[in-house]
């Protein structure tokens, strides 16, 4: 699908989303699978600023057992919200593990619906991102402006 921070790319598999990825051509909106349908018409929400959360269903079939850990820690991350790679790692019971939940944060393979774009640097910093910086700045960009104008009754 087309999106503000260029193509992204969806797969689905026989359990659901399977991988999220960013650039290349952007292909039909539809693909005929009720997964993917679901997955194009909540990115779609996401992308127009709708903070909704995520109800397709996923299926991540590869990991450690440490970046599983890291993927469900992101997944908990509010909406329009941040944390540290240091904050996550001692989320997960390593605390000294902030490199390592950077490392599996690069390997998410559901980037943008398991939110690994909202962890930062431990000095607030966007450093690290698969997809690059400049589509970790869009995205952190559209969710603070949602949740200004939805705190402040702009919208």
């Not at 469900?72 to 991350?77: M, Q, V």
Request: glycine share 14%; proline share 6%; charged share 20%.
């Amino acid at each position: 699908m087309q999106a503000p921070i260029d193509a992204v790319g969806i797969a689905v598999d026989d359990t659901g989303v399977c991988a999220v990825r960013f650039g290349g051509a952007a292909g039909p909106l539809t693909g005929g699978d009720p997964v993917l349908d679901q997955a194009v018409k909540e990115l779609t929400r996401y992308f127009a600023g709708e903070s909704a959360p995520f109800t397709v269903p996923l299926s991540v079939r590869g990991g450690s057992q440490f970046e599983r850990a890291v993927w469900r820690a992101l997944w908990a991350i509010p909406y329009a919200e941040m944390r540290t790679y240091g904050q996550i790692a001692a989320a997960v019971g390593e605390p000294d593990g902030a490199r390592a939940v950077g490392v599996a944060c690069n390997r998410n393979p559901l980037p943008i619906i398991v939110p690994c774009h909202r962890v930062v640097g431990a000095d607030g910093k966007m450093v690290g991102f698969g997809g690059g910086i400049w589509r970790k700045k869009l995205l952190l960009e559209l969710e603070a402006k949602v949740r200004i104008e939805r705190e402040f009754g702009l919208f």
